[in-house]
């Protein structure tokens, strides 16, 4: 039998208003919780509008290698008024950001040849960027900007012989989206982040910006102006990157078990979740969230 009030070591809610007094803000993840790719989520729409009515400031937090406007844009498109989340940020914007403005050591040190592992469609990554060149062989290179696989089907393996060029030339890596896979439909394929972890185990130099890592909840933080990291709390379907990064950046964690996990953990259209898998999923959870909603509701 299945319930909406288990007893385990992480609770489980119905909705997000038995949790909005707790906090003053939330960090939102995008695929999955707000929309299915395609369509947004009604639900979730109105949960923002509720959070919003309530007071509570929201930033919608997506890992993709696109600046936040073209998400932005996407998301309207897919029913999510671009207006409704008080902020928007990508990994995408965040290294473009940290680009722009260099803002640190490891930045200031990269030099203005930069070569641009990724689609045409990331190619809006290279607008803005005055000074930096961006060349067209690894040669000429004193950075690789990696916002992803240049085919589909491509594996790491694809691009063994411009990784190990990388590595030989001791040439620095921007991450902009730290991601391994990505489902499209019922095919998986690899991100950027695949080829960043890839090069970094081998001793490459990667600044990862993106969840989990904690520089883009620092980001988040500065947009929230200044509200208090414990009346802070992060929304997502993913242990590895929402609940991880969460946990990294000192704020709680809410976790959508309808996402990526929700057939796993044999969550019904009505919210309802099977106890034996969720009690077993939240065993071997190596990062274990603050409370846990079926889905993005309020």
């Not at 203005?112 to 930096?132: F, Q, V, W």
């Not at 961006?134 to 589909?152: C, H, K, M, P, Q």
């Not at 929700?262 to 190596?286: N, R, T």
Request: glycine share 10%; hydrophobic share 40%; net charge negative.
């Amino acid at each position: 039998m299945k319930s909406e009030t288990l007893t385990t070591e992480v609770p489980i809610y119905p909705g997000l208003s038995a949790l909005a007094e707790r906090y003053d803000a939330f960090i939102i993840d995008l695929w999955g919780v707000m929309h299915d790719g395609l369509n947004a989520y009604p639900a979730a729409v109105e949960a923002l509008r509720q959070l919003r009515q309530a007071g509570k400031k929201s930033v919608v937090l997506s890992n993709a290698p696109r600046r936040a406007a073209v998400i932005a844009g996407r998301n309207a498109e897919m029913g999510i008024p671009e207006d409704l989340p008080d902020h928007l940020l990508s990994s995408g914007e965040d290294a473009w950001q940290h680009l722009k403005t260099r803002p640190d050591a490891w930045y200031q040190a990269l030099g203005t040849r930069c070569y641009h592992l990724g689609p045409e469609r990331d190619h809006g990554m290279r607008e803005g960027l005055e000074g930096i060149e961006f060349v067209e062989v690894l040669s000429e290179a004193e950075f690789i900007l990696n916002t992803g696989i240049l085919n589909d089907h491509d594996v790491v393996e694809t691009y063994r012989t411009f990784l190990d060029e990388g590595l030989r030339r001791d040439l620095p890596m921007i991450c902009a989206n730290p991601d391994l896979i990505v489902m499209r439909g019922d095919d998986m394929e690899i991100c950027a982040g695949a080829l960043a972890l890839d090069y970094e185990q081998k001793g490459g130099k990667v600044r990862w910006h993106g969840k989990p890592h904690p520089e883009v909840y620092r980001s988040c933080f500065a947009l929230l102006e200044g509200i208090d990291p414990s009346r802070i709390a992060a929304i997502g379907d993913s242990l590895r990157t929402d609940v991880a990064g969460a946990q990294a950046s000192g704020i709680s964690s809410i976790f959508i078990a309808g996402g990526i996990h929700g057939e796993e953990l044999g969550v019904d259209s009505e919210g309802l979740i099977d106890p034996e898998a969720y009690a077993a999923f939240i065993a071997a959870a190596e990062w274990k969230p603050t409370a846990v909603l079926p889905f993005m509701r309020w």
